[in-house]
Nanobody, 126 residues
Framework: QEQLIESGGGLVQAGGSLRLSCAAS????????VGWFRQAPGKEREFVAT????????FVTHSVKDRFSISRDNAKNTAYLQMNSLKPEDTAVYFC???????????????????WGQGTQVTVST
């Protein structure tokens, strides 16, 4: 069973950057696909990005693909979400999620994932 802990959130001005980290406690993290989701106040949790267990395959949702990127370091049991050129509309709680990677392609739905972190707040000011 994986425990996921997000970090790296905070308050940043528009145009700034943040790198979120998702640290996993289990020994099998390297076999798990990882996803990032976000939830703004009053809105549904939405998919942001996903990466395969090897890190060789990744997908970022269209609305942020020119500004965000996802990566992982299995030696450190950690996945990352690099966010550049942040906008006020990026303000949300960001969650990482993980699931055993069965090679079924990009996992973009909440129900695809078995494990979730508690989230980290990202606030982008004007």
């Amino acid at each position: 069973q994986e425990q996921l802990i997000e970090s790296g959130g905070g308050l940043v001005q528009a145009g700034g950057s943040l790198r979120l980290s998702c640290a996993a406690s289990g020994r099998t993290f390297s076999t798990y696909a990882v996803g990032w989701f976000r939830q703004a106040p009053g809105k549904e949790r939405e998919f942001v990005a996903t990466i395969s267990w090897t890190g060789s395959s990744a997908f970022v949702t269209h609305s942020v693909k020119d500004r965000f990127s996802i990566s992982r370091d299995n030696a450190k049991n950690t996945a990352y979400l690099q966010m550049n050129s942040l906008k006020p509309e990026d303000t949300a709680v960001y969650f990482c999620a993980a699931v055993k990677d069965n090679g079924l392609g990009y996992l973009t739905l909440r129900e695809d994932y078995a494990y979730w972190g508690q989230g980290t707040q990202v606030t982008v000011s004007t």
